[in-house]
């Protein structure tokens, strides 16, 4: 073969190497969607079993704490061995937490196996995004991330039916380790092809931080408590000041300030992911208990949101933004489409309480059509702008910020977990105390997702810091020029 030739093929082969590992990590993201439901539709049917129906706020804390003891390690420990030989090693735990569950007689053993895959889960949450950064060329991880929506379109389809199914079938406990065959044959793959595409560099720099995991595990811990009690709240507000304190030291300088450039980037996600999955945690309860809606009403419901949020986070993956302005655009009008979403739903709970004159909305059938159509606005903005978000922080800016691959993925998880636990905590605290209110609960809880769409504008300002730096690099040049 000519040296010619050579040349010709080493492209092609490194294209199909790249298309098997996209391939490979979209379905490992599909088995987890659809373990994700799996996971959801068992609990109860494992506490009946083993007798732990006191066991929820156990398991929740549990598996949250050991998946933030172990998440802020992750590039910490790219810096020191591959994405490959952390996906062999940490795989195994995951399997291993699995079927321990599965085989588990008593609640604490079922819960000592959750508690394990989940510290796998913590640090393969970063070590899947750096692998995608580094191994895959721009336009395929856009593919990938675009892809990542279909994923979970598919899944919202797809994983219920086999939890009902395999929860009915063969029981809870083989559906905990039927789908590990399918799940091993991708990973595999994935180390397969990342040995032969990943060209991150481990120098061993990066330090373990392991005082900041222990304070992030102990603060979501603690935050837990919040609206449990008077004390116990002033202890889970501790717990969230803890989180932040800690979470300061991991994600890059300045990311909490809004520093412009990618600090305020990735702050827009955390504060993205923050309010989408504040109203999340709540939009089902609102729904059942002040609309009187069934439980099939609120499949629909919550089906309608994350299929918008698909629909459109898969066409910005496709046609993503090629500049600030086209991503600031993007950003207002998710900020839009989340404020009018929460201001529907705000709308809905006032008609479904009487409070809004009868000539806007007659009876509690329009107040529910208002729910479905405002969390499916919400879902609308959080696909507008969450795939250009990734982005924007894992492409390397065209001057140096000091924020490495790893850091960058690593802080884009960070930010979203951050985020979703101290808001989420904070909403569903507040509507259980809202509603053990005999009278006005339906103004209280209408004010909980005001407070969420006014949140949800902060976005704007954000995304133009997004770009400042860079915007003011130009400006200089210019003026020395």
């Given at each position: 073969?000519t ?255 809004a ?26 309860i ?13 499949a ?52 479904a309480?009487?409070l ?33 978000t ?26 979203e ?22 009278t ?42």
């Open positions: 073969m040296t010619r030739s050579v040349a010709h093929a080493e492209p092609r082969t490194e294209a199909r190497s790249a298309a098997v590992l996209a391939a490979a990590l979209l379905l490992v993201e599909l088995v987890a969607a659809c373990q994700s439901y799996l996971t959801t539709t068992i609990t109860p049917l494992m506490a009946q079993d083993l007798h732990a129906q006191d066991g929820y706020g156990l398991l929740v804390a549990a598996t949250q704490a050991a998946m933030f003891l172990t998440m802020p390690l992750g590039a910490a420990l790219l810096s020191r061995w591959s994405a490959s030989q952390m996906l062999t090693w940490l795989t195994p735990l995951v399997v291993v937490g699995g079927v321990l569950s599965a085989f588990a007689p008593t609640f604490a053993l079922f819960v000592s196996g959750r508690v394990l895959a989940a510290l796998a889960a913590g640090a393969l949450m970063t070590v899947s995004l750096s692998a995608l950064a580094t191994a895959l060329p721009a336009a395929w991880r856009r593919l990938v991330l675009a892809g990542y929506a279909m994923v979970w379109l598919v899944a919202s389809l797809v994983g219920p039916v086999y939890a009902g199914w395999a929860s009915s079938a063969i029981g809870w406990r083989w559906s905990l380790v039927a789908y590990l065959p399918l799940f091993l044959i991708a990973r595999a793959v994935v180390i397969v092809r990342l040995r032969q595409l990943d060209r991150a560099q481990q120098d061993g720099r990066d330090p373990l931080g392991l005082g900041p995991a222990v304070g992030l595990a102990t603060g979501v811990t603690l935050l837990s408590l919040v609206g449990t009690s008077v004390p116990g709240t002033v202890v889970g507000i501790a717990g969230g000041a803890l989180v932040l304190a800690a979470a300061a030291r991991i994600l890059p300088a300045g990311t909490l300030v520093r412009p450039g990618r600090p305020a980037t990735i702050l827009l996600m955390g504060l993205l992911c923050a309010v989408y999955f504040g109203g999340h945690a709540v939009v089902a609102t729904a059942h208990d002040l609309i009187g809606r069934t439980a099939g009403d609120l629909l419901l919550l089906g309608l949101g994350g299929a918008a949020w698909s629909v459109l986070g898969m066409v910005c993956g496709r046609w993503p933004a090629r500049d600030h302005t086209a991503y600031l655009r993007r950003v207002v009008g998710a900020a839009g489409l989340l404020a009018a979403g929460f201001a529907a739903l705000a709308l809905s709970l006032l008609s309480a009487s809004l004159p009868a000539t806007l909305l007659p009876s509690a059938t329009g107040a529910w059509e208002l729910h479905l159509v405002g969390w499916a606005l919400t879902g609308a903005g959080m696909g507008l702008a969450y795939v250009d990734l982005n924007r922080v894992l492409d390397e800016p065209t001057a140096p910020d000091g924020i490495g691959t790893h850091v960058a993925a690593q802080a884009l998880v960070m930010a977990v951050v985020g979703t636990a101290l808001l989420a905590t904070v909403t569903a605290s507040a509507l259980a105390w809202v509603l053990s209110a005999a006005e609960r339906g103004v209280f809880a209408a004010g909980v997702y005001l407070a969420l769409g006014m949140l949800a504008l902060l976005l704007i300002p954000l995304a133009w810091r997004s770009e400042q730096v860079a915007d003011l690099g130009q400006v200089g040049f210019r003026r020395r020029s």
